[in-house]
C-alpha cells in the first residue's frame, strides 16, 4: 500500500529541515511504501534551498505563484490521488514526526471501517520541532460541535496520559 506524505511551504525555512529529517526517518509496517512530496507557495527565503538537500527522497513542485494553503493542499492531495495514493498525510512544515507516527496513524484506520481520517497528538515545540518540557498539547485530534464549530482536543492541556487510546 502507499502512503503519500505531503509537506506545503511558504517561507519555511527555520522549520523544514527538521520536518523533512523526521519525514525521511519514518519506519513504516513491511506492506508499505512512503512518498514524500512536497510543493513550495513561492518562498522568498531558503526554503527550498533547504528542501533540495532532501532531493534524493522528497520529490519538489515549486509554484510558480502562491495558492495559498487550502488550494495548495487541495493539489497535492489530489495529485496523491491520482498516483495511487491509498493514504494522504498532509504535514504542515513546522511539524515533526516521531518515527513511528505513520505507522501509529495506519493503526487507526485498520481499527474501525469508518475511520476516514486520523491525527497524531501534537505538541508544543521549539525551533528545532523538539516538544518543549513539560509536554503541552497544541492538538489530540479536532471535534465539531453540534454548531458546526472546530476545536482542538486537548489544546494548551499538559500531557498527563488522559489521551493515550484512540478516539472515533
Known amino acids: 500500500k502507499k502512503v503519500v506524505a505531503h509537506v506545503l511551504t511558504f517561507n519555511s525555512e527555520k522549520t523544514i529541515r527538521h520536518c523533512l529529517e523526521a519525514l525521511t526517518q ?3 509496517p513491511k506492506d508499505f511504501e512512503l512518498k514524500i512530496t512536497l510543493s513550495d507557495n513561492c518562498s522568498s ?10 532531493s534524493a527522497k522528497v520529490q ?7 495558492h495559498g494553503f487550502s488550494k495548495g493542499y487541495n493539489l497535492a492531495i489530489q495529485d496523491a490521488l491520482s498516483s495511487g ?3 494522504v498525510l498532509a504535514l504542515n512544515p513546522d511539524v515533526a514526526l516521531a518515527k513511528d507516527a505513520i505507522t501509529e496513524m495506519l493503526k487507526g484506520f485498520s481499527q474501525d471501517s469508518r475511520v476516514g481520517m486520523c491525527c497524531p497528538k501534537l505538541y508544543r515545540a521549539n525551533s528545532s520541532l523538539t516538544a518543549i518540557e513539560p509536554k503541552c498539547f497544541d492538538s ?5 460541535t453540534p454548531e458546526l464549530r472546530h476545536f482542538d482536543r486537548g489544546s494548551q492541556e499538559l500531557d498527563k496520559g488522559q489521551y493515550e487510546k484512540a478516539q472515533f
Request: charged share 30%; glycine share 4%.
Open 140 to 144: 489530540t485530534g479536532m471535534y465539531i
Open 45 to 54: 527565503d531558503k526554503t527550498l534551498e533547504v528542501a533540495r538537500e532532501f
Open 26 to 28: 519514518q519506519e513504516l
Open 85 to 87: 495514493a491509498d493514504y
Open 60 to 66: 519538489i513542485t515549486e509554484h510558480k505563484t502562491n
